[in-house]
C-alpha cells in the first residue's frame, strides 16, 4: 500500500463534494507551506508524547516542551508554538484515556482502511480510543492552522468509517455506538476553547458515509466538479473551469425583469450561507489566478493591463504613462508610492534585485 492514497481523508472535503477534484490535482506540484510542515512536525511532537506515554519503557520524554529545539523527520526544529499546540492534543487525549482506564488501547497515528467507501481511500488518523464496553468510539484531529476546522466534517467521519471497519461495528451495533468527534486547534480563536466535538451514534453518519462512496466511485467513472468551500484549498482552483464559472454567477446579471425581494430571517439566513460559500470559492479562484499572473508578469509576459507590486499589495492597475514592463513598488524605508523601471532590460524583469531601485531617478524627499 503506498503511502499517499488517491482517496485521502484529509481531502475527503474535496474529493467528497467534488469527484473532479482527484484528476484535476493529480499532475499540480504539492508545494507544501511553511505552516503545514510546522504542522506535520507539530504531529510528530504529539504522536511521540503520547506513545511515550503509552510505553513508558521507550525513555522518551512526557511533555512536549521537552522536544523544543529537536528535529522533526520532516527537518522541522521545534518550536514552542509547535509544543504547545501538540501538549493541548496530548492533554485532551490523556484525560479521556485517564478517566476510563483505557490508555493501552489508544490508537496514535494509526493507519485506517474504508473499503466500505472505496479501496482506494485510506489515511492515517491522530488519535483513537474505542470502549466496546461502553459502546463508546473517541477520534480526535490536530490542526496547526488559523482557519476554523469542523469536528463534524468529511474528515474525521471518513476516519470514523474506517474504525468501524475496523472494530467490526456492524449495522445492528452502528446505533448503539456513541461517538465523540473531537478538533484540537489551539491556534484559532473560538470562545469555548481550543478543543470542538460533535457527538451522536456512529448510525448517523450512514448518509455521510453514503456521499462518500458515491463520490468515490465517481471519482474513478465519469467524475464531476462542484465547486464549494472545499475549493479553497484544491491546488486546481487556478484553471478549473467550475470555479471560474462560480466566480462569474456574481458579477453583473443585465436587463433583468424587475422584481424586488421580500426575505424574512429564514430566507437571510439561507442567503448568507449561499454568500459565504461563493465568496469563499471566488476568493480561491482570485488567489490562484493573481498567483499565476504574478508568475507570468515576472516571466516578461505582457498584455495584462495590470502591475506588479511587490510592496503591500498584489496586483493593480498601472498607473497612467508609458509602461514599459512591470512596474514595483519601492520597498525601502524612504519609499513613497510605486516606481516605473522604464530602462529595466527583458532580462531584469525577473530580477527582484533590479526591480527594487528608484530607476535612477532622485528620491522623494522623506516625510516629516
Ligand atoms: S476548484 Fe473546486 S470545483 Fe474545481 S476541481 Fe477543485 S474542488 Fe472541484
Known amino acids: 500500500m503506498s503511502e499517499h492514497a488517491p482517496l485521502a481523508p484529509s481531502s475527503s472535503e474535496q474529493w467528497g463534494h467534488c469527484s473532479g477534484s482527484v484528476a484535476a490535482q493529480a499532475d499540480m506540484p504539492d508545494l507544501s507551506s511553511e505552516q503545514a510542515r510546522e504542522g506535520t512536525a507539530a504531529h510528530w511532537v504529539m504522536s511521540e508524547t503520547l506513545l511515550n506515554h503509552q510505553d513508558t519503557t521507550r525513555g522518551g520524554w512526557l511533555a512536549c516542551h521537552q522536544f523544543i529545539g529537536s528535529k522533526a523527520p520532516n527537518g522541522v526544529i521545534i518550536d514552542d508554538k509547535m509544543a504547545e499546540g501538540a501538549q493541548v492534543h496530548v492533554d485532551d487525549v490523556l484525560e479521556v484515556c ?7 488501547d489508544l490508537l496514535i497515528e494509526h493507519r485506517v482502511r474504508m473499503p466500505r467507501i472505496h479501496e482506494q481511500n485510506w489515511g492515517t488518523l491522530d488519535s483513537a480510543l474505542y470502549l466496546p464496553d461502553r459502546a463508546l468510539l473517541f477520534i480526535w484531529d490536530y490542526k496547526h492552522g488559523h482557519r476554523e476546522a469542523k469536528p463534524d466534517g468529511l474528515q474525521l467521519f471518513d476516519y470514523l468509517a474506517g474504525l468501524a471497519e475496523k472494530f467490526g461495528i456492524n449495522g445492528e451495533l452502528d446505533r448503539q455506538t456513541r461517538v465523540v468527534s473531537r478538533i484540537v486547534q489551539p491556534f484559532c480563536y473560538y470562545a469555548r476553547g481550543p478543543v470542538r466535538e460533535w457527538a451522536g451514534f456512529l448510525s448517523d453518519l450512514r448518509g455521510v458515509w453514503n456521499q462518500l462512496y458515491a463520490k468515490a466511485h465517481e471519482v474513478f467513472a465519469g467524475p464531476t466538479l462542484s465547486t464549494g468551500p472545499w475549493c479553497r484549498d484544491c491546488k486546481a482552483v487556478g484553471k478549473c473551469s467550475a470555479a471560474r464559472r462560480a466566480g462569474y454567477n456574481y458579477i453583473d446579471m443585465v436587463n433583468e425583469p424587475y422584481a424586488m425581494d421580500a426575505m424574512d430571517a429564514a430566507d437571510l439566513a439561507v442567503e448568507r450561507g449561499i454568500l459565504v460559500d461563493g465568496l469563499s470559492t471566488a476568493k480561491a479562484r482570485l ?17 495584462t493591463g495590470l502591475a506588479l507590486e511587490t510592496g503591500s499589495g498584489r496586483l493593480g492597475t498601472p498607473g497612467p504613462g508609458p509602461r514599459p514592463g512591470v512596474s514595483v513598488r519601492c520597498r525601502c524605508r524612504e519609499g513613497r508610492g510605486a516606481y516605473t523601471h522604464a530602462n529595466l532590460g527583458p532580462g531584469a524583469k525577473g530580477n527582484p534585485a533590479a526591480l527594487e531601485g528608484h530607476n535612477g531617478k532622485a528620491h522623494p524627499a522623506p516625510r516629516r
Open 98 to 104: 485517564w478517566r476510563f482506564n483505557a490508555l493501552p
Open 287 to 303: 488567489d490562484a489566478v493573481e498567483d499565476e499572473l504574478q508568475h507570468r508578469i515576472r516571466g516578461g509576459q505582457v498584455g
